[in-house]
Every structure is written in structure tokens, then in C-alpha cells.
């Protein structure tokens, strides 16, 4: 048994809502059973994510971009030469709100229609690198011996190959133009950290008494994994995943600027790049406006991701939860904060 105090603390806390917090040995009811797990898991995680700023902002700017990138793009028309005249400037005609580019397109519409593309390829990067790193991750410490210098050898492998020309190489290569595969291949160099650090963790929680209870009966690594140690690591993994898909974000909009990527759909970075071709850094009065919408934009929905995992990690924290729980007892609290 691990003798961290901390672990132990969230041993304890951990196990107020694993009984859902009835330590009173009286019968509940269905009803009253229902409303302790709603309480614990759903109404607590909100008292909790309410209490900070960070979360509903990050909440309200994520869930913009997603209605944006979802139903936005049947309400708003896909731009078209003949929006408004070209180069208007921003806030001159209403028509065309953040103005047109040199073609008369709207710079907004151009916006609200590279959105799904972006939404695409931030999911795949998250779900490509945060995958393969909990799979390698937790199996590596899980098993250990000869299984574990294996996937940890290709994991440093994968660290030392410089990430960018790797993902410009795979690029011309295969020249993406699904925002699905774009978003897999720039996962390829975002798992590796967070598959060690996975790892790290599984080695403590593999020497608890239950994880060696299961392996002694029996239990096949893929149930111990899925069931008794992968959840315990849920909050870091959502974490990094909202993490990755920033990432993604950032290198898909700079390859798309610098040429790398095929322009087969409306992207941020795709605008970037023909606002700087047309010269937009010397005739910033011209398309200044043209170059800083996407800029902004880009800037915005990270900030919003940054302040969702932000508030995740509070969301997530059992010692939060407990005291904002009002189903688990004064004493229990007590003894909580008192840790």
C-alpha cells in the first residue's frame, strides 16, 4: 500500500462517491439513491465549474465555435465574389461586417465556413494523440519487462524525430486534403509526452492492493486496465486531450499559411496565407482586416480551450466535488478539508 498522504487523502475522498456518500447504514430509497448520484456526479461537477470564472467562459467560447462549425454553416451562405466590393474595409459595410477580401468575398462568411474544417481537425488530433498515448501509456506500466522497454523505446524515438519536417514530409507525401487526415498526421509528434507521463502514473496505481488483488484472480490485463485504472486517470486525460486539440489547431493554421497543406477547403490558415500574398503586411490599411479576423478568431477559440482545461482540472478534483456535494455529510467534509 502506497504511503504518499495524498494518495491516501484521495483514496478516501474517492470513496465517498464510489458509496455515494451513505455511511449512516440506513436504507435509501431508489429515488433518494438517484438523487445522491445526480448530486455527486452532475449537480456537484456544476456547483464546482460555476465557482470559477474559467469554466463557463471556456465552456461558452467552445460551444460557440462548435455551433458555429455545426449549424452556423447552413444559416450563413458560402462566400462568393459577389458579396460586397472588393477590399472593403471591416465595420464600413454591414452587408459584409469584418469586410472582403480582393475578390469581394466576406471575410465573416469565409470564417463561419472554415470552422467545421478546423472543429474536424482539432477532434482527430485529439483523439489520434490522446489515444495512442493512453493505449502505449498504460499498457507499458501495466505490464512492464520486455513490453515496456519496447513501447517506451518507440516512444523516445517518436521524441527525438524533429516534429515539423515530419509532418511536412508525410504531407507532401500523401498530400491531405480530408480535415480528418490532416488532423492524424500532425497527432503523429503530440502523444509521446503524455504517454510517458501516463505510464509514470500507472506504475504507482499498479502496486495497490486491489490492482493486485485482480491480477491474482485472474483478471485479463484489458479489464484491469479498462475498469480499475484507466478511470482513475480520466480528469489528466480529458486535460491533455483539450490540450492536444489546441495544438493541432496551431500547427494545421501555421502549415496552411507557410504552403505546406493543399487549399482544399476554407481554413484559417488558408486565409493567412492569400491575406499575406495579396500584401497585407505592407497595406495594412487595404487587408489589415482581412489578415487580423482570422488572426483573432484563431486566437479566441485557443484562449477558450486553454480556460476549458483550465477548469476541467477543478471539475474534475474529488476534493471539490465533496465539498460541493450536498448529499455527502458535514463530517465527511470536515474530514476532507481538514486533509
Given at each position: ?173 500523401y498530400q491531405p ?96 496565407n492569400l491575406a ?47 465539498r460541493h456535494a ?14
Amino acid at each position: 500500500m502506497s504511503k504518499d498522504p495524498q494518495q491516501q487523502s484521495n483514496r478516501t475522498q474517492t470513496s465517498i462517491f464510489d458509496h455515494g456518500g451513505d455511511f449512516t447504514g440506513q436504507t435509501s430509497t431508489r429515488s433518494e439513491r438517484a438523487y445522491r448520484h445526480a448530486d455527486q456526479y452532475v449537480l456537484a461537477p456544476i456547483r464546482v465549474g460555476l465557482t470559477d470564472w474559467r469554466m463557463p467562459v471556456g465552456g461558452i467560447i467552445v460551444c460557440f465555435f462548435i455551433l458555429l462549425g455545426t449549424i452556423g454553416v447552413d444559416y450563413v451562405p458560402a462566400p462568393k465574389t459577389s458579396d460586397g466590393v472588393p477590399k472593403t474595409p471591416a465595420f464600413v459595410d454591414w452587408a459584409v461586417p469584418l469586410g472582403t477580401d480582393n475578390l469581394g468575398q466576406g471575410v465573416a462568411k469565409q470564417l463561419v465556413h472554415a470552422t467545421p474544417a478546423m472543429l474536424k481537425m482539432a477532434l482527430a488530433g485529439a483523439i489520434v494523440a490522446t489515444g495512442l498515448a493512453v493505449i502505449i501509456g498504460t499498457v507499458a506500466g501495466y505490464k512492464g519487462g520486455t513490453v515496456d522497454s519496447v513501447l517506451m523505446t518507440l516512444t523516445d524515438v517518436v521524441m527525438t524525430i524533429p516534429a515539423l519536417p515530419l509532418v511536412i514530409v508525410l504531407a507532401a507525401i500523401y498530400q491531405p486534403k480530408d480535415p480528418f487526415v490532416v488532423g492524424m498526421i500532425l497527432a503523429i509528434d503530440n502523444w509521446p509526452g503524455l504517454a510517458r507521463a501516463l505510464r509514470s502514473q500507472v506504475l504507482t496505481i499498479r502496486e495497490e492492493s486491489y490492482i493486485e488483488a485482480a491480477r491474482t484472480m485472474g483478471i485479463s490485463s484489458p479489464t484491469v486496465l479498462g475498469r480499475d485504472i484507466v478511470p482513475q486517470m480520466m480528469p489528466y486525460i480529458l486535460i491533455n486531450a483539450a490540450n492536444a486539440a489546441r495544438t493541432v489547431i496551431f500547427e494545421s493554421v501555421a502549415l496552411y499559411f507557410l504552403g505546406f497543406l493543399p487549399f482544399s477547403t476554407f481554413n484559417w490558415g488558408v486565409m493567412l496565407n492569400l491575406a499575406y500574398q495579396a500584401g497585407a503586411m505592407s497595406n495594412i490599411d487595404l487587408f489589415g482586416h482581412w489578415l487580423i479576423a482570422p488572426m483573432v478568431t484563431l486566437a479566441v477559440f485557443s484562449f477558450g480551450l486553454i480556460l476549458f482545461s483550465q477548469g476541467l482540472d477543478r471539475v474534475f478534483n474529488p476534493r471539490l466535488r465533496a465539498r460541493h456535494a450536498k448529499t455527502v455529510s458535514s463530517d465527511d467534509r470536515t474530514d476532507i478539508s481538514s486533509d
